[in-house]
């Protein structure tokens, strides 16, 4: 079992940085592939970042290529969402979530989720 808290959200302007944290409990962490995902209001969730266990693979949306950084750091069971130069459509809930066998972009193959944090870009 690994249960996910999200922090970091806020409000932020557009072109500004911020930097989601994922801590998980669980002396399992470090076997476990990160993802992040996001969801606007009336839009379905969607991939944004993953990781895998060992942290040497990752993978991104292409929107998010470029902007946004996934890290982990399995000594302190924590992953990272590194976003910068933000825009209003970045506005969601962002989610943490956990899968045991691969970094998967599909949501719905993931095992464990957080309850989410709120961006919101202003323009």
């Known amino acids: 079992q690994v249960q996910l808290v999200e922090s970091g959200g806020g409000l932020v302007q557009a072109g500004g940085p911020l930097r989601l944290s994922c801590a998980a409990s669980?002396?399992?962490?470090?076997?476990?592939?990160m993802g992040w995902f996001r969801q606007a209001p009336g839009k379905e969730r969607e991939f944004v970042a993953a990781?895998?266990?060992?942290?040497?693979?990752?993978y991104y949306a292409d929107s998010m290529k470029g902007r946004f950084t996934i890290s982990r750091d399995n000594a302190k069971n924590t992953v990272y969402l590194q976003m910068t130069s933000l825009k209003p459509e970045d506005t969601a809930v962002y989610y943490c979530a956990a899968a045991r066998y691969d970094a998967y972009q599909d949501p719905v193959r993931m095992d464990y989720w957080g309850k989410g944090t709120l961006v919101t870009v202003s323009s």
């Open positions: 669980g002396r399992t962490f470090s076997s476990y592939n």
């Open positions: 990781i895998r266990w060992s942290g040497g693979r990752t």
